[in-house]
Nanobody, 128 residues
Framework: QAQLVESGGGVVQPGGSLRLSCTAA?????????IGWFRQAPGNEREGVAVISSGSVVSFFAGSVKDRFTISRDDAKNTVYLQMNNLKPEDTAVYYC????????????????????WGQGTHVTVSS
C-alpha cells in the first residue's frame, strides 16, 4: 500500500507564498503516476487544484489558482511540488496529494475516484 506524505503547509499572510511537497514513503516510486493536488476547506467538498502527468508532459490547474500556482516534479527526489504564490484567504484549506496511474485528461483530472493513493493532508492557513 503506497503512502503519500505532504509537507510544507503553515500560516501565511495574504499575498505570501508557500511550497508544498508530496513524496512517497516505503520506497514507492511516483515516476509512473500523475500526481494531483486537491484541497478541502471546512464545510466544502474536496476540489482539484492542479495535476501533473508522469514525465511532466502536461499539467492542469483549477481556474481559481491558475497564474498563481505552479506544479512541478523532481523524479530523482521522488517529489512533486506545488508552489503557491499570491495566496488569498480563500486558499485556506487542507491540501492533499494523490497519485493516479492512468492518463490524465483535462475533462476528468478533478474526479476524486480516479486516484489510487492519497496522502493525509497538510494545513494551509492564509490570514492577516
Amino acid at each position: 500500500q503506497a503512502q503519500l506524505v505532504e509537507s510544507g503547509g503553515g500560516v501565511v499572510q495574504p499575498g505570501g507564498s508557500l511550497r508544498l511537497s508530496c513524496t512517497a514513503a516505503s520506497g514507492f516510486s511516483l515516476d509512473n503516476y500523475a500526481i494531483g493536488w486537491f484541497r478541502q476547506a471546512p464545510g466544502n467538498e474536496r476540489e482539484g487544484v492542479a495535476v501533473i502527468s508522469s514525465g511532466s508532459v502536461v499539467s492542469f490547474f483549477a481556474g481559481s489558482v491558475k497564474d498563481r500556482f505552479t506544479i512541478s516534479r523532481d523524479d530523482a527526489k521522488n517529489t512533486v511540488y506545488l508552489q503557491m504564490n499570491n495566496l488569498k484567504p480563500e486558499d485556506t484549506a487542507v491540501y492533499y496529494c494523490a497519485a493516479d496511474s492512468k492518463t490524465i485528461r483535462s475533462s476528468s483530472w478533478t474526479l476524486i475516484g480516479r486516484y489510487d493513493y492519497w496522502g493525509q493532508g497538510t494545513h494551509v492557513t492564509v490570514s492577516s
